[in-house]
Structure formats: structure tokens, C-alpha cells
């Protein structure tokens, strides 16, 4: 009788799933690397989640990354809790570890800068202030990892301000506060620009807060990669600012978690671009 090793699984899971690229993603990763193991989306329920979440490594599952809605949720399920995942209130990835512990981690905070790195090679995050637009998850990632790397002063607006005023509250005397209505105002002197919120994707309200005061200087960049080119990062490169698109996250957000499953640091590359654009 010949022992065959089991081949590893990951996935990811949400509610809904099926507009996932994650799937692609991880496909082109193993076929590059020539790692047997298989990326499975699952929509999965509130209400079912942690019965999944308890069954998946008993099915030969070694993690599982999370988006909508179970972000917050599956951070209670977990045996640890990296500091990053604590400080954002979220995790977007479970290891699913030999001893039988749930390991949580957050990296969208990584794969925003990682992303910036990448792609706006001259970016300096301590030159200036940062303008952050919106304050849901997304908001949360960014603003700890802007801290983290030294930006000195965080303005943000954000439709309903009371959600940016928990955020101040959450991250300190660095975040500031703008009134909605003055969010193109927050803009001036700016040496970073991020939008974290929905305006501008497909299907979305779109983005109309004034650019007049935005520097060319800026470094801007849009969370948003449904248009890949939106709105803001058009207008922003016709004022003469570099600009970063929201794809390059979502591909660097994931290497951290294919390495810890597969055992190999994927690379972030044009071939990989192309193959989630379905290029």
C-alpha cells in the first residue's frame, strides 16, 4: 500500500465569493512554482462560519484567506492573533497550524505598502501628510500601516464622521479629522493620497471630491481596481502626480499567506498581473 502525502488546500471565503480574483491568483502561483495543492472560494454564511472554519483542516485545509463579512468575525475563532490583525479589529488570513491553533494575520496593511514600494519607487512616506477618504475596513489597514512607516500626520474624511472619529480615537493624535464637505480641501500640501472607500468602482457611486488643491508632488493611489484606471488616478495624473493602482494590493496582500501555506514567497510580477486581469 503506497502513502500518498496529502495535498494541500487553501481558499478563500466570504459572502458573496464568486467576483473573488483570489482564485486566479493562487491557480497561477502554483502552476508557476509547481506546488500540488488546490485554492478553493467558498461562500459561506454568517451562521455557518465557524462550523467551516472548525471542519477545513480536518478536510486537509493548511489556511483560508477572509473578506466580506467575516473579517472581524473569525478573529474571536482564533487561537492567536498576530498584533497587526489586533490593531486593525480584522483578519484577512487563517493558518490553519500543525498543533491544531488558528493562526490570524492581517496583510492588507502590508500589500498597501508593498504596492506603493512597488510601484512608486521614489514614494518617501515621512515627506508629508497623508489624505485618507473613508473609514471602513480598508481605512483601518491603511492608516496602521502609514503609521507604521513614519507618515507624520493622517487627515481623513469619511461620508458619516463618526466613524473617522473612531479611528482617531483607535490610532492616536496622528489622525485628524476633516468634515466631509472639506475633503478636497484636506488634499493641500498632501504628499500621499489614498482612497479607501467604494466611490469610483463599477457599480459605485462615483468619485467627485474636488482635486484643485491636490499637489503634483503627491504620490496617489485608489484601493479601488474595478476600473483599474478610476476616476481619481486619471485626474491625479493629468495634474502630474504618480499614481498607484489598487491591483498591486490585492496581489501583495497575498503572497505573505501563499508562502506560510505552500511553502514558497511567490513574486509579484507583470505575468501575474496579467493573469488576474485575464490578460
Not at 480641501?185 to 459605485?204: I, P, Q
Given at each position: ?69 467575516h473579517k ?132 459605485k457611486p ?18 479601488v481596481y ?54
Amino acid at each position: 500500500m503506497t502513502d500518498h502525502p496529502r495535498i494541500p488546500l487553501a481558499g478563500v471565503i466570504g459572502s458573496p465569493i464568486a467576483h473573488s480574483k483570489s482564485p486566479r491568483l493562487h491557480a497561477h502561483w502554483l502552476r508557476t512554482y509547481g506546488i500540488p495543492g488546490f485554492y478553493v472560494p467558498m461562500d459561506i454564511s454568517q451562521a455557518d462560519l465557524r462550523t467551516v472554519i472548525t471542519a477545513l483542516p480536518k478536510a486537509g485545509f493548511v489556511g483560508v484567506n477572509v473578506t466580506i463579512p467575516h473579517k472581524e468575525t473569525v478573529l474571536a475563532m482564533a487561537d492567536v492573533v498576530t498584533d497587526r490583525a489586533a490593531l486593525i479589529g480584522a483578519a484577512n488570513t487563517l493558518i490553519f497550524r500543525k498543533d491544531g491553533r488558528i493562526h490570524a494575520d492581517n496583510t492588507d496593511g502590508y500589500g498597501f505598502i508593498a504596492n506603493l514600494r512597488q510601484n512608486a519607487p521614489g514614494w518617501n512616506p515621512a515627506s508629508g501628510p497623508a489624505a485618507v477618504i473613508g473609514a471602513g475596513g480598508g481605512a483601518r489597514a491603511v492608516i496602521a500601516s502609514l503609521i507604521e512607516v513614519g507618515v507624520p500626520e493622517i487627515r481623513i474624511a469619511n461620508r458619516t464622521r463618526n466613524r473617522a472619529e473612531a479611528l482617531r480615537s483607535e490610532f492616536g493624535a496622528k489622525v485628524l479629522v476633516h468634515d466631509w464637505v472639506q475633503a478636497g480641501n484636506m488634499m493641500e500640501d498632501a504628499t500621499t493620497v489614498v482612497n479607501t472607500s467604494s466611490l469610483g468602482m463599477e457599480g459605485k457611486p462615483d468619485f467627485r471630491i474636488p482635486l484643485d488643491a491636490l499637489s503634483p508632488k503627491a504620490v496617489v493611489t485608489d484601493l479601488v481596481y474595478t476600473p483599474l484606471e478610476t476616476r481619481l488616478l486619471k485626474e491625479a495624473a493629468d495634474v502630474g502626480c504618480v499614481t498607484v493602482d489598487g491591483l498591486g494590493m490585492l496581489l501583495h496582500q497575498a503572497a505573505p499567506a501563499f508562502e506560510r501555506w505552500f511553502g514558497r514567497r511567490p513574486d509579484v510580477d507583470q505575468a501575474t498581473r496579467d493573469v488576474v486581469l485575464g490578460a
